[in-house]
């Protein structure tokens, strides 16, 4: 058992370091969560336009297709951020809990919370892997809609 409550304190907040880590990416997901709803709003704007304004027909056409594509394309992409945000918010609280437990460890030296730390500890670092690769393929999708969006310019 530790000595201080200040050495409690400092063991107990390790897990903090990926808390924070964490808030930082959750805060990046959930710019792009915006940025990606924000697009959906204005295509679907765009869209409604389209089936008002006189205009050449084909144009008009290929312009609406463009955009049902787009807009399937960014409903995958929001379910992509969903998941990136959800894995790092289960992170976090893994990280809460193996924080709490080890104060509860330190402090009561119970048997077998030694396990438990370990476990949440590294189930939290799962859900970070978990953020990240949801969070790469979001913006490869990215990518590909931008493509789907460059290509109708030319």
Do not use: T
Not at 81 to 87: E, G, M
């Amino acid at each position: 058992m530790l000595e201080s409550v200040s050495g409690l304190i400092q063991i107990m907040l390790a897990p903090g370091i990926m808390i924070s880590a964490c808030g930082l990416l959750i805060l990046g997901m959930n710019n792009k969560y915006s940025l990606v709803v924000n697009r959906i709003r204005l295509l679907n704007d765009e869209r409604r336009r389209l089936r008002s304004e006189e205009e050449d027909i084909s144009n008009k056409k290929k312009r609406h297709k463009s955009i049902e594509i787009q807009i399937v394309h960014l409903n995958y992409r929001i379910i992509l951020v969903r998941n990136a945000v959800f894995s790092y918010s289960l992170a976090v609280a893994f990280f809460i809990i193996s924080s709490l437990l080890i104060g509860l460890y330190q402090i009561n030296s119970v048997v077998g919370v030694n396990w438990a730390v370990i476990i949440s500890f590294l189930a939290g670092m799962i859900f970070v892997f978990a953020g990240i690769v949801f969070a790469a393929f979001e913006v490869w999708k990215g990518y590909k809609i931008v493509q789907i969006e460059i290509r109708d310019l030319s």
